[in-house]
């Protein structure tokens, strides 16, 4: 499992937010519990998506490494 850095914010009556990490995850609700769980849908959602564009650009020859930072 993965950490990922939520950025939250309370705009009037609602709580917007958005990850660190990962360009494009924002989400807006209207309490911090429902943000945070928005988010990590979101968040799952771009990841899965990312990881099929990066496999099809791929083509079928290709190896995966993994890389810590």
């Known amino acids: 499992m993965n950490t990922y850095t ?5 705009v009037d009556d ?4 958005w990850i660190e990490e990962v360009s494009g ?5 209207d ?4 943000l945070l769980e928005s988010l990590k849908i979101t968040l799952r959602e771009a990841l899965d ?3 099929q564009e990066a496999l099809s650009a791929a083509g079928s020859d290709y190896h ?3 890389i810590a930072v």
């Open 14 to 17: 609602w709580w917007i937010g």
């Open 64 to 66: 995966e490494e993994k």
């Open 31 to 34: 309490s911090k519990e429902k």
């Open 49 to 51: 998506f990312n990881r």
């Open 6 to 10: 939520a950025i939250v914010q309370k």
């Open 25 to 29: 995850v924002n989400c807006q609700e």
